[in-house]
């Protein structure tokens, strides 16, 4: 079984600040997948980005972008130019490719602050 | 393009009532996920399906809950009777195939579940 964990319960920033938002994961698969979900106050939750654990680049979308470490079982998220609409709680997930299935962590309350 | 549809938004019963949960999918997507979401946490699985077979219901309680996705589009999860543990919100989820690079889960808004 996989388990992911997101050590920080909550961070702040200060706007058009940069923040970095932890997880690590422990499994023994070698075919998977890393997202960061962001779910905003009251609304659905979307995909922020995406990285295949065969690819050794590290994932870029615009002002976020990931250090993943796949030794250390590492994928934190970084958000450059932080902005107030990215308020919202960020969920860290592990994708088991053969079983289709999907792992969340407890989530990072980000707060962005004026 | 609509996204996932999940109704009610809302639904607050009292303890040992029934209660039902829809969800419509994207058009095309053969994958729909449960998902029940505690306060404070992440979501955890409670059904996949793939087209109408249910391919994973480990994590579902089946003394109380049930699920169907009889054609293969929209799905419904009931609970019968409900807890006051099963407060919570409830995410439907949908994906164009599960095992593949083209894995990008879409999620609906959810059902929020007060049980009194």
């Known amino acids: 079984a996989q388990t992911v964990t997101q050590s920080q319960p909550e961070m702040s920033v200060q706007e058009a600040e940069t923040v970095t938002l932890s997880c690590t994961y422990d499994t023994s698969e070698n075919n998977y997948y890393l997202f960061w979900y962001k779910q905003p106050p009251s609304r659905q939750m979307i995909l922020v980005i995406r990285?295949?654990?065969?690819?050794?680049q590290n994932a870029t979308e615009n002002r976020f972008s990931v250090n993943f470490q796949k030794a250390a079982k590492s994928f934190s998220l970084k958000i450059s130019d932080s902005q107030l609409g990215d308020t919202a709680m960020y969920f860290c997930a592990f994708y088991n490719t053969n079983a289709g299935k999907s792992t969340f962590g407890d989530g990072t309350t980000l707060t962005v602050k004026p | 393009e609509a996204g996932v549809v999940q109704s009610p938004r809302y639904k607050i019963i009292e303890k040992k009532q029934p209660v039902a949960f829809w969800c419509n999918p994207i058009?095309?997507?053969?994958?729909l996920y449960w998902y029940l979401q505690n306060l404070g946490q992440g979501p955890e699985l409670l059904i996949r399906?793939?087209?109408?077979?249910?391919?994973?219901d480990s994590q579902l309680p089946k003394d109380r809950f049930s699920a169907e996705r009889l054609k293969g589009v929209d799905s419904t999860l009931k609970i019968q009777p409900a807890e006051l543990g099963d407060s919570a919100v409830y995410l439907c989820?949908?994906?164009?195939?599960?095992?593949?690079?083209?894995?990008?889960?879409?999620f609906g808004p959810g059902t929020r579940l007060t049980v009194l």
């Open positions: 058009s095309g997507h053969n994958t």
């Open positions: 990285q295949e654990a065969y690819k050794q």
């Open positions: 399906y793939e087209n109408e077979e249910a391919v994973d």
């Open positions: 989820a949908s994906s164009l195939a599960s095992g593949t690079p083209r894995n990008e889960q879409f």
